[in-house]
């Protein structure tokens, strides 16, 4: 069964930085890439950066280049976000997914398997 469980969400002000974590109970799990995507209020869901397991290929979107990190930790199954200097136009729900293919990371269409997300809200 594949489940993935994101944390890591909060408040926090403009320039400030959280870190997002998503245990991935996935199997095999090294077959797997995974992104991280975001929905804010009003907003269609974008993708925010994703990387292949094995391969740690990785890819962001043009808005979070230079202050947003994906990074994963084999061994403990977890995906990370690092996000710093937040602004509050980065306020949304994010979401982790997975796929089974290294292919269009950037389409959430390409993600068979979703978190049930995690908030993050950017004061001005």
């Known amino acids: 069964q594949v489940q993935l469980e994101e944390s890591g969400g909060g408040l926090v002000q403009a320039g400030g930085s959280l870190t997002l974590s998503c245990v991935a109970f996935?199997?095999?799990?090294?077959?797997?890439?995974m992104g991280w995507f975001r929905q804010a209020p009003g907003k269609e869901r974008e993708f925010v950066a994703a990387?292949?397991?094995?391969?740690?290929?990785?890819s962001y979107a043009q808005s979070v280049k230079g202050r947003f990190t994906i990074s994963r930790d084999a061994f403990k199954k977890t995906l990370y976000l690092s996000m710093n200097n937040l602004q509050p136009e980065d306020t949304a729900v994010y979401f982790c997914?997975?796929?089974?293919?290294?292919?269009?990371?950037?389409?959430?269409?390409?993600?068979?398997?979703w978190g049930q997300g995690t908030q993050v809200t950017v004061s001005s």
């Open positions: 996935l199997r095999p799990f090294g077959s797997f890439a």
């Open positions: 997914a997975a796929t089974t293919t290294t292919l269009a990371l950037e389409d959430g269409e390409t993600y068979d398997y």
């Open positions: 990387i292949t397991w094995n391969l740690g290929v990785l």
